[in-house]
């Protein structure tokens, strides 16, 4: 039972190009969402959150969209640059519980 | 280094030895968690603890694992009489205690193989 799904195991875009990371959730509870980078022999590094409050969170080129009614969140960065190359990991929780349920991941590679 | 510091980085273990990962988290956080990620899937969620308390541990087997977070000293996992499956990366987390919705802060993991 997969709650938190990440359909595209891979993106390649070109430098200065969006990239775009996509992620679906099916449980309603969820509530405060995060995006991480996680670099080959390195634990991930969170890079933005969403409360369920918000539909749009921005940090630099890094922006999180959060559609409530489709279940739907994404995370664009533009302009991409080649050391944004890393598997991106979207994950969720409730409010009632700090757990992380993570999705499969999205491997982006950035072509210079 | 304020990050979440884990150790060892690799440890091998042959089946029915006894495995101890250990965990301290940032400076100034309180709450510990343990994720397990098997190759080519996402982190699965194993425990949450507070200082000398379980939290959640709903997603920790019953059997040969547990955890703790002493009120000195770092959070410790252990597993008992490992078998092959339990080879996998297990990373810790750590946030503060103020607010729920606060980002967890990964270490870099530990790599358990098992001979």
């Known amino acids: 039972d997969q709650q938190v799904k990440q359909n595209s195991p891979s993106l390649s875009v070109q430098e200065g190009r969006i990239s775009i990371l996509n992620c679906d959730y099916t449980n309603s509870m969820f509530d405060y969402f995060l995006w991480y980078k996680k670099y080959p022999a390195e634990g991930p590094t969170f890079l933005i959150s969403i409360s369920s409050i918000k539909d749009k969170n921005e940090d630099g080129r890094f922006t999180v969209f959060l559609n409530k009614s489709a279940k739907h969140l994404s995370l664009h960065i533009v302009p991409s640059q080649p050391g944004d190359s890393a598997v991106y990991f979207c994950?969720?929780?409730?409010?009632?519980?700090?757990?992380?349920?993570f999705g499969s991941g999205t491997r982006l590679q950035v072509q210079p | 280094n304020a990050g979440v510091m884990q150790n060892p980085r690799h440890l091998v273990r042959r089946r029915g030895q006894e495995a101890r990962l250990r965990c301290s988290p940032m400076?100034?956080?309180?709450?510990v968690y343990w994720y397990r990620q098997l190759p080519e899937e996402g982190l699965k969620f194993m425990v949450y603890l507070q200082k000398e308390n379980i939290i959640d541990e709903s997603g920790m087997p019953k059997e040969r694992f547990s955890a703790e977070f002493p009120k000195e000293g770092p959070s410790i996992l252990r597993i008992q009489q490992v078998v092959r499956g339990d080879s996998a990366a297990y990373f810790c987390?750590?946030?503060?205690?103020?607010?729920?919705?606060?980002?967890?802060?990964f270490g870099d993991g530990t790599r358990l193989s098992i001979l």
């Open positions: 987390a750590s946030s503060p205690a103020s607010g729920s919705n606060q980002p967890q802060h």
């Open positions: 994950a969720s929780s409730d409010t009632g519980r700090r757990a992380l349920t």
């Open positions: 400076k100034g956080h309180s709450h």
